[in-house]
């Protein structure tokens, strides 16, 4: 450095120069600033004495205030008109948390007017804590006259507190439809995005609900209608005093389903206290009977918001209530799956129908033994008896010579292991094993000794009971498929136009008739006299139905399935695919429940309770009895 | 007095500016006025404003005893940190609105921007005084690349209001450490030469809210609307004011964010241009008594912080102003020491507390 050079008289004047020079800077930057800020007030001038009559004018003309009128939500009916969702219009007491200094204060002085129970202030609780404080919430429903008089004299003494009417939706039905028809929830920061981005957010000003799950949500479009809009002239409080004009919001539209209310009645009393699930599929149109999914939950607790306490309950629940079993629970098909891989091994030409293998009671693949249930085997066993009787033996042959690919290849086209389509939003997939499958799901080869156990429903197979039901009503409907719908069609309420959903068919099975009659003549057989037959004896009406039992735990080689010695929650599960009158079908189903062992005995005396109602109109007092015969599958 | 007494209250007080500590409570004092109108009374919104004050006031008294050289010292690590988490938010930030500007560590989010807002003007003037006696042309590029870089990666966040004042606040210290005029010049041709390409690279927001500025009715649901409520609560105020409480802008929902961004049109829609006049005065008595002290700190590295504390103050004043007056385009730059929220009302405290560090610990440095 040069400073030992410098005297210090020297450096002290090169110190002030600096600093006159900073000065002088500071300077020029504190006339910028009083310049900006004269630029600012010049401005101001303009605005507030030059400007002022026209803004003032604009101000004024503000006070007219553009208000959303929101639409009546479509309702939704069965097929013969039975109410599965409405709205009721009712009083409800409404708190502005923005407005409102200490809100337990508030609530506390309410009580002594209104009566708040405990539910009602959790459930304002978590509103609270899910929307925006100037949000006006409702802390009580449906007051009574006389509470909205009592509060009506005091009114003066809760600012931010107001009585409004609002329609309310309600679900008549509670659980028994919890699964179908959804329900609606307040509209989420979420839904807000969503709209926002689907450029729908104008049509939702105003509108407190939306539709979350089922059918509520998948047709919101319909459902919701169009917002009407009102102009009023405020007064300096805000308070509308004079309207301007209006445009009459447009009701939603409804929803008239295929479903059958009594008939899920029916299917929802037959299962009693167990789980599971049942789809009814009418063949001809794809329409859905009935869709069950056990056990349900009470959709009108989420109507004005749930409270934690319920939430809890619902959410912790073993039972699992909020699963949508019909479409969300996948299962391993079981003996189900033999009339597929037979209309397969016809398809292929892997079989005819009177080739037959002699049973030994097992299967002989690379040393391994695969069991057949019955010990000694069946003994000669063609097409027709490999289902009657439900004989692994013949189909772990089968799904050997077929091959993995074709076996795949063919279910798919039935629908297996893909989205049927239904118009309920969130159906799983479920899983059709292939070598693309395992690759992509274990990054791991196919081995052959794996598509044995395929072959009977099992192994790596999982599908939803709704895509069982489809199956087994293309099955009904000789090889012509439809998208499952529960909805028939959508009324519009002022046109009173109906726009029907799917009339007309998806695709066509690639299938030779004969063949697909050759599978269901055995389908006959196994209610007429093989697995089904104890379940459906002595109805005037013909049936065609195959049982199947799923595997929840694997057993060890040689180790025998004693129900008493498993875990309620580890035993297997009980299927049943049916369809009636066997000639002209008129109803196809596919049921599942839970940890009930045997299909035979706790699966198809729910399918015969539901025939039973359909074609003759039986409703029966009990729920459905397990059958107590021979362990059989 | 006690000698107690004045032990402690020198304790408290001793390092703090009276006119500026007066001036800035003035204008606390002012902005819980219009918070209380602006938030239609609520009394839970001022009291959370008042406890951010008390936080920022803290914070302001913290520094104001933290010597400068002190201070010089955190310079490099601070701005260090600062970019190395503008990074992470460029990889990792959370989107929140649209924009990546949060970081997570975990225990909290963090907005690394707002500490560029100290950190950059800190840093350049460390590097200043650090090479004051050679000061050459080299210097001061590398001055603007380290004020460069964190500008980028805000504006990319996109948070351009940000960028634009942290941007400002380097330059001021560029500017006041001497920058050569005929630099200057040839910077400002430059820049207006090659406003086309800035034009290019904007996001389609931001040159949605410059076409606003020119004609906001084109938009009046969208993005012009902001700007054409606070314009007419502005306007509609006239000499007076309608009072205080009483602005039908206000009070019937048409301003946007009035307790935040657009405070400043309820104040002008209650309190008309005297009142306008006055809040400038006061601005102008905060600027002026920073400017005092900055023109007689002692070192280069305390002048140069103290005029940018100055000026970035006044450039928030002059942009939130501008915006909410119509003639300056939607940038969220909150109105200083009235707008309601913590983060900027500490950094801008944090400010103060330094001008006022620089000043009482003037003597100690002389001597």
């Known amino acids: 450095m040069s400073e030992l050079n410098i005297t210090p008289g020297v450096e002290l004047r090169d110190a002030e120069r600096e600093l006159h020079h900073f000065r002088l800077r500071l300077g020029i930057a504190s006339t910028f600033v009083l310049v900006m800020f004269g630029l600012l007030f010049a401005r101001f001038l303009y605005l507030q004495i030059f400007m002022h009559d026209h803004y003032h004018t604009l101000a004024e003309a503000n006070r007219i205030s553009i208000l959303p009128i929101v639409p009546n939500r479509g309702i939704i009916v069965d097929r013969n008109g039975v109410v599965l969702a409405t709205n009721y219009s009712a009083y409800t007491l409404e708190i502005t948390p923005s407005k409102i200094e200490s809100l337990d204060a508030t609530i506390a002085e309410l009580e002594t007017l209104v009566e708040i129970t405990a539910r009602d202030k959790r459930r304002f609780k978590k509103l609270l804590e899910e929307s925006k404080r100037f949000e006006s919430l409702p802390i009580r429903t449906r007051l009574t006259d006389e509470e909205i008089a009592r509060f009506a004299a005091n009114r003066y003494r809760f600012p931010g507190v107001d009585v409004r009417a609002r329609l309310f939706r309600e679900y008549p039905q509670g659980e028994l439809f919890s699964h179908v028809i959804g329900h609606i929830g307040r509209v989420s920061q979420k839904d807000l995005d969503r709209l926002e981005s689907e450029e729908r957010l104008s049509n939702y000003r105003g509108t407190d609900y939306i539709g979350k799950t089922g059918l509520e949500y998948s047709y919101e479009d319909h459902l919701h209608g169009t917002t009407g809009v009102e102009q009023v002239e405020v007064d300096s409080g805000g308070r509308a005093v004079r309207s301007l004009s209006r445009t009459s919001p447009i009701s939603g539209s409804n929803l008239v389903l295929k479903l059958d209310a009594r008939l899920q009645e029916v299917v929802y009393r037959a299962f009693g206290e167990r789980r599971g699930a049942l789809v009814a599929i009418e063949p001809a149109t794809g329409g859905v009977l009935a869709f069950v999914s056990k056990p349900g939950f009470d959709p009108n607790l989420f109507v004005d918001g749930i409270d934690q306490e319920n939430w809890n309950e619902l959410n912790n629940s073993p039972d699992k209530p909020m699963v949508n079993r019909a479409m969300n629970g996948t299962y391993p098909p079981g003996s189900t799956f033999k009339p597929f891989m037979a209309l397969a091994a016809l398809f292929t030409g892997k079989r005819t129908p009177s080739q037959a293998i002699s049973d030994p009671g097992y299967y002989n693949h690379g040393g391994h033994h695969f069991r057949d249930d019955k010990v000694g085997g069946h003994g000669i066993v063609d097409m027709y008896k490999s289902i009657v009787v439900s004989c692994d033996t013949y189909y772990y042959q089968l799904a050997n010579d077929l091959g993995i690919d074709a076996i795949s290849r063919f279910m798919g086209h039935l629908g297996f292991g893909a989205r049927t389509g239904i118009d309920i939003a969130g159906e799983s997939t479920g899983v059709l094993p292939s070598r693309e499958w395992k690759m992509r799901r274990f990054k791991q080869k196919w081995y052959s000794g794996e598509t044995i156990s395929i072959g009977i429903g099992q192994g790596y197979n999982s599908y939803t009971p709704l895509q069982l039901a489809a199956a087994t009503a293309t099955l009904a409907n000789d090889g012509v498929m439809f998208r499952p719908h529960i909805v028939n069609y959508v009324e519009d309420v002022h046109k009173r136009e109906r726009t029907p959903i799917e009339p007309k068919p998806w695709r066509t099975l690639d299938v030779k008739r004969e063949h697909i009659a050759i599978v269901r003549n055995a389908l006959v057989g196994v209610n007429r006299e093989g697995t089904g037959a104890r379940a459906f004896a002595g109805t005037p009406y013909t049936h065609a139905g195959k049982t199947g039992t799923a595997q929840v735990i694997g057993m060890k080689a040689g180790e025998k399935y004693v129900e008493s010695r498993v875990a309620e929650r580890l035993r297997d599960h009980a299927l049943f695919i049916a369809y009636a009158p066997a000639d002209k079908p008129t109803i196809a189903l596919a049921v599942i429940v839970e940890n009930s062992g045997f299909g035979a005995r706790a699966a198809a005396p729910i399918a015969r309770q539901v025939f039973d109602y359909w074609l003759l109109g039986k409703e029966p007092a009990k729920p459905a009895k397990d059958e107590d015969d021979a362990p059989s599958h | ?367």
């Open chain 2, 1 to 367: 007095m006690h000698p107690a007494i004045r032990r402690v209250a020198r304790f408290f007080g001793g390092h703090l500016d009276q006119p500026l500590l007066g001036a800035v409570t003035l204008l606390m004092i002012t902005g819980l006025l219009v918070l209380y109108s602006a938030s239609n009374g609520s009394l839970a919104r001022v009291s959370s404003q008042v406890l951010n004050m008390m936080v920022a006031l803290g914070v302001m008294w913290i520094f104001a005893n933290t010597a400068p050289h002190y201070l010089m010292r955190l310079a490099v690590p601070v701005y260090v940190i600062g970019l190395t988490m503008l990074l992470g938010v460029a990889f990792f930030g959370q989107i929140v609105n649209g924009a990546r500007r949060w970081l997570d560590l975990g225990v909290t989010r963090i907005q690394p921007s707002e500490i560029m807002k100290i950190a950059v003007p800190l840093m350049l003037a460390w590097y200043f005084d650090r090479y004051e006696a050679t000061l050459r042309l080299k210097n001061y590029v590398i001055a603007a690349v380290l004020l460069v870089v964190p500008v980028f990666l805000i504006a990319r966040q996109p948070d351009l209001g940000t960028a634009v004042l942290i941007f400002a606040g380097g330059c001021y210290v560029i500017f006041l450490a001497g920058l050569s005029w005929r630099v200057i010049a040839g910077l400002a041709l430059a820049g207006a030469a090659s406003l086309p390409v800035v034009w290019s690279v904007l996001h389609d927001y931001q040159r949605q809210r410059v076409l606003t500025l020119l004609d906001p009715a084109k938009d009046p649901l969208g993005a012009g609307y902001h700007t054409i409520q606070s314009t007419i609560a502005v306007g509609s105020g006239g000499i007076a004011g309608k009072g205080w409480l009483s602005g039908s802008q206000t009070h019937l929902d048409f301003i946007p964010e009035r307790t935040t961004d657009f405070i400043f049109a309820v104040f002008s829609e209650e309190f008309g241009l005297i009142g306008n006049g006055m809040l400038l005065i006061l601005f102008l008595l905060v600027i002026a008594r920073a400017a005092a002290i900055t023109a007689n700190a002692p070192t280069l590295f305390a002048r140069l912080l103290g005029g940018a504390i100055t000026l970035t103050f006044f450039t928030y004043a002059f942009v939130n102003m501008g915006m909410v007056s119509g003639i300056l385009p939607v940038v969220g730059v909150p109105l200083p020491l009235i707008s309601y929220g913590g983060t900027s009302l500490v950094t801008i405290c944090l400010g103060f507390g330094i001008l006022m560090s620089i000043h009482t610990h003037k003597k100690l440095v002389q001597s």
